[in-house]
């Protein structure tokens, strides 16, 4: 069965499955507030993502409500909720979907050898029919039922078709075939869907789709390699975060089909110039810094620094860009804003970058860039991006940093006098520490008592030149949850101190729904 086509071509449309919310939140350290999903899911449905992968309905009240909220608002996409073939666990789903125009449940199993024995405890008969149930209950709730075999790379030939079969014939209409450890290579994964769609009697009644995730490095090479052997919908995430390595990311997939269309005859419903603005927010959100050479939406991806290359472009710039830094949503002019610039003019230049603030944060991120413009000689769009993801990010946080002093130098003791805006209340602190960074977060620890670890400080500069504004990434761990915070200014202590201060807001918030939920439980 083809997806159908929306755009009259003859060209086989590709559905877009969007799972950042689900299995990219998975990822260590990248979960997302309430506010920041409804933010990110906003974005997906705009942009043109097909179906989008809110969350595990089952997992938490938190992850419930997320689900049920981002269903009530979309306007476009099919709004899909993850769960295991547990009955319970299907109704959850099923009702977090409910207040949606269109809504998909996606349920699994694993069934390959080694996770049905080792991790189930279940014997094919059993898996067999228990992914018989969860399917027959799932369209109890929607007509619209995804099925998984998770491992399916590692699945027998034989069981798989058999399941594939039994699955379809209870109501699947879309058959997922996960590269779930990214384990496969393209000519197997291929090979794979062609065997599977040719042996199983009823496949022509479902659409076969890809999910794959990056630890060998080939998830989006699978997930195409997939689209050759017949499958026609593809699970991805924005800048490819998910568990381990991560998974196929969305926008090297979109423009690999945009660019190569000789090689790739498919059509999508993707906004390809908002890529790099859902890049962005996703960063920004999960507090996970994109790789400077990622594909598409790398802060290099369009620079050209060898005298060569340069020479190159200069005549033309197909001798080395594939595609344009405008089909991606990259603004090749810079330089235009200053200390003079205005506030209608800033809040033109936002919307220009995607952004869309209300007027309190707009309020804010002006302040901030005339304070900006005041100490740097040119102010680029990154910087102006890098403060208002800061500002967006950290807007409503219990803990703000207000003024820091630091002393530091060769003969010491390095001290950090702090002052911060806790629950509304201004505090102030000094410490000392092996350094001015370690004073800085002896003073925070002093004001905000906890007892998390420090397992990441990273520091970029996000333009160049001296005067380039700093980005500090702080990853925390507590109680076996990770969190990391990101902060930006001119000076890299007050960023350090921003971003320590952020991952300190995320674990407060993480520690309120827990122990909401642990209440509900009771």
């Known amino acids: 069965m083809t997806a159908a086509t929306e755009t009259g071509s003859n060209k086989d449309r590709v559905i877009i499955f969007d799972t950042t919310l689900r299995d990219g939140e998975q990822c260590p350290g990248a979960t ?30 938190g992850d419930f409500e997320s689900v049920a909220e981002i269903a009530r608002r979309s306007n476009n996409a099919v709004i899909c909720g993850l769960s295991r073939t547990g009955l ?5 789903c099923g009702a977090a979907i409910k207040p949606a125009k269109r809504g998909r449940i996606h349920t699994f199993i694993s069934t390959s050898p080694l996770h049905m024995s080792v991790k189930l405890g279940m014997t094919p008969e059993q898996v067999l029919q228990a992914t018989i149930d969860a399917v027959t209950r799932a369209r109890k709730w929607t007509d619209d039922v995804e099925w998984s075999a998770e491992d399916a790379t590692r699945t027998e030939i034989d069981f798989m078709c058999k399941i594939v079969e039994a699955a379809i014939k209870a109501g699947a209409t879309t058959i997922n075939l996960p590269d779930t450890v990214g384990y496969t290579t393209p000519q197997e994964y291929q ?48 800048n490819g975060i998910g568990e381990r390595a991560g998974n196929a990311a969305l926008e090297e997939v979109i423009m690999a089909i945009r660019t190569r269309q000789d090689a790739l005859p498919y059509d999508t419903a993707i906004e390809t110039t908002m890529l790099n603005r859902a890049s962005k927010l996703v960063s920004a959100v999960t507090s996970f810094p994109v790789q400077y050479n990622k594909a598409i939406v790398g802060r290099n991806a369009f620079a050209h620094e060898s005298g060569i290359h340069q020479h190159g472009m200069l005549k033309s710039s197909l001798t080395y860009e594939i595609m344009t830094p405008e089909s991606v949503g990259v603004s090749k002019t810079s330089l235009v804003m200053g200390k003079h610039s205005g506030r209608a003019a800033f809040r033109e230049k936002l919307k220009e970058m995607g952004y869309e603030l209300g007027e309190n944060a707009l309020n804010d991120a002006f302040r901030r860039f005339k304070d900006l413009a005041d100490r740097k000689k040119i102010v680029y769009d990154e910087d102006i991006a890098a403060l208002v993801d800061d500002e967006i990010v950290n807007a409503n946080d219990r803990f703000k940093v207000t003024a820091l002093t630091v002393i530091a130098g060769t003969a010491g003791p390095q001290s950090a006098a702090l002052t911060m805006e806790i629950d509304g209340v201004k505090q ?35 333009t160049g030149g001296t005067d380039a504004q700093a980005e500090v990434s702080v990853r925390l761990s507590e109680d076996g949850r990770e969190v990391t915070g990101k902060g930006a200014d001119p000076d890299t202590l007050v960023a350090s101190a921003r971003a320590y201060v952020a991952a300190l807001n995320k674990l407060v918030i993480n520690r309120g729904r827990e122990k909401a939920q642990g209440a509900g439980a009771g």
């Open 191 to 238: 090979a794979m869907f062609e065997t599977v769609r040719a042996r199983v009697p009823n496949s022509d009644k479902a659409i076969f789709s890809v999910h794959c995730h990056n630890d060998l490095g080939m998830a989006v090479a699978n997930s195409l390699a997939g689209l050759a052997g017949g499958a026609r919908q593809i699970e991805c995430t924005i």
């Open 88 to 92: 319970a666990d299907i109704d959850r």
């Open 428 to 462: 102030t602190h000094q410490a000392t520490g092996n350094g001015p960074v370690d004073a800085i977060f002896n003073a925070i620890t002093a004001l905000i008592p906890h007892k998390a670890n420090l397992e990441l400080y990273q520091v970029h500069a996000v």
């Open 32 to 61: 997302m507030t309430f506010d920041e999903k409804l933010e990110v899911a906003e974005l997906l449905d705009e942009m043109g993502v097909d179906i989008i992968e809110a969350g595990f309905p089952a997992a938490s009240d």
